[in-house]
């Protein structure tokens, strides 16, 4: 990597502060896409400001109609949160399915959603629970619908100098389910991922890698196939994509209807 | 700027002065000279970096050093008591578990923090007798799916 000043906030002010300063800041939370981008020199930075010494930005809480996720939980503690387990199976399935033990324990939550890769793995369940996504800039705290966060590979509706605190997901419980299709079992990214939810009767689908965003789709497996926007790659060609979106939102259906 | 940096690795205290652009792998291989710390992708996919911070397994190349600032860090090196090899490790060569050996620290470490094994390339496609020894040393699971 190259040289760069780096800082380690103790509060979101100063964080926040810091994000704004002069120069070409990135904030670093478990570093799993942020170093690989930075080793690779796709990003020039000259200051990574390192969000983990700010305790207030971790843990799960429930409170009231809300469980508040902070930014810097893990995969890892996701997928071992009793509050995830018993109220979101989707939820917890896409946590264990993510990379290996080394990178969950390392990887965010805040940093999945904020990296805002077509595949993150996270997007498709909580676009499912209509998840509010939590930002603090120098304006203050403001809350961003889940559906309107992502604006293409790479970006999100985050202001430059603005930081995710923590995703605010309604606490209704959902039945459900989680597929995601990769062409090895273990450490690849998803070809397609579908996360299906029943939330008091009504019935959630949301898919990721086949468009430059994760979406929502209406709760049919024929409508989400027209809806996607796939693109080929090395993964897969866009009309594999079309042809899975088609048969694993009918099986993600299927499942959480039973 | 240089930064300093404490931390207890295989159980030593060290304070150190790094860059805060180099990793956790290039600090212990090159100023600790624990080169039992592998680099293989450089990208967090192999796993051959694996070390424990504070107990738990995490990749070293893709681990900021300033990251480790207060913790405690466990290297292949690091695990054997009084001149007595760790169970594991014990168990990897019981059952012939290392053909190059590139990826066997790693192994090790992974094996001992978690209970599957997602995170470690055997490019000697090994995993048979890697599977073998983890469970002879009495580890929960420990299937390789890679
Ligand atoms: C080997 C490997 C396998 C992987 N497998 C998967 C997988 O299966 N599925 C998947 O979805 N991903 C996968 N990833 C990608 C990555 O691990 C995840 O996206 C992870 O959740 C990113 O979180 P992080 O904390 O490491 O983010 P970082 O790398 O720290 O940050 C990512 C980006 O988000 C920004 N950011 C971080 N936190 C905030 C915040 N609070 N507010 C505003 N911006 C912020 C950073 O500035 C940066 O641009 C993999 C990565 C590796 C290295």
Redesign the pocket.
Known sequence: MRPFEYEEPRSIEEAVSLLGAPGKN???????????RLKRREWPVDRVIN?KRIET?RGIEERGDWVTVG?LTT?EELERSEVVAKRWPLLREAAME???PQ?RA???A???L??A?P????APPLLCLDAQMIAVGPRGERTIAIRSFFAGPGRTA?APDE???GIRIPSAPARGCFIKFCTRRA???AVVSVACAVVSKETRLALGAVAPTPIRVAASAEEAAMRCAPIDDVRATAEYRRELVRVLAGRALAKAAS | MKRRLNMTVNGHAVALEVAPHRTLLEVLREDLGLTGVREGCS???CGACTVLLNGKAVVSC?TLAPDAEGASVTTIEGLAKDGKLDAMQEAFIAKGAIQCGFCTPGMILAAKSADVLEGNLCRCTGYAKIQEAIRHAGSRGGSPHA
């Open positions: 990135r904030l670093l939370a478990g570093g799993t896409d942020l170093l690989v969000l930005l930014a995969i993510m990379a290996s990178v390392m990887a965010t805040g940093g999945n904020c990296n890769s595949a993150a793995d996270l985050l930081i995710l605190t450490m690849d990214l | 990208t967090g996919d893709l």
